[in-house]
Nanobody, 121 residues
Framework: VQLQASGGGLVQAGGSLRLSCVAS????????MGWFRQAPGKEREFVAI????????YYADFLEGQFAISRDNAKNTMYLQMNSLKPEDTAIYYC???????????????WGQGTQVTVSS
C-alpha cells in the first residue's frame, strides 16, 4: 500500500496550490481520506477529511474556508485545493486513509510521505 502526496512548493502569501494524493495497493473508495499538516516544531494536526463517496467533508476550524478537499475514486486520487495561503500554512502536508470517520491521527491506517508547502510573506 502506498499513498503518494505531491503538489507542494514555494508560493507567495495569497497564492494557491493544489495537492494530490494518489493511492496504490488499496481501493480508495473503501476509506475515509484525510489531510494533516506538521509545521516545524509543532505536532501534526488535522486539516480536513472527506467521506468515501466524496459527498461529506469536514475542515479544521482554523481554515475559515481557505481549503477545499475532494476526491476522484475512479483515479484513486484525493486533492486539497489551498487558496489565500498564509505564511502560517507553511508545513509538510500528509494524506492518510482511515476506515472510520475521525480527526485523530491514530485512526488513520495508511500515510503518505508528505509534501512540503512553504508560503513566503
Amino acid at each position: 500500500v502506498q499513498l503518494q502526496a505531491s503538489g507542494g512548493g514555494l508560493v507567495q502569501a495569497g497564492g494557491s496550490l493544489r495537492l494530490s494524493c494518489v493511492a496504490s495497493g488499496l481501493t480508495l473508495s473503501n476509506y475515509e481520506m484525510g489531510w494533516f499538516r506538521q509545521a516545524p516544531g509543532k505536532e501534526r494536526e488535522f486539516v480536513a477529511i472527506i467521506g468515501r463517496s466524496g459527498d461529506t467533508y469536514y475542515y479544521a476550524d482554523f481554515l475559515e474556508g481557505q481549503f477545499a478537499i475532494s476526491r476522484d475514486n475512479a483515479k484513486n486520487t484525493m486533492y486539497l485545493q489551498m487558496n489565500s495561503l498564509k505564511p502560517e500554512d507553511t508545513a509538510i502536508y500528509y494524506c492518510a486513509a482511515s476506515r472510520i470517520w475521525s480527526q485523530l491521527r491514530t485512526a488513520y491506517e495508511f500515510w503518505g510521505q508528505g509534501t512540503q508547502v512553504t508560503v513566503s510573506s
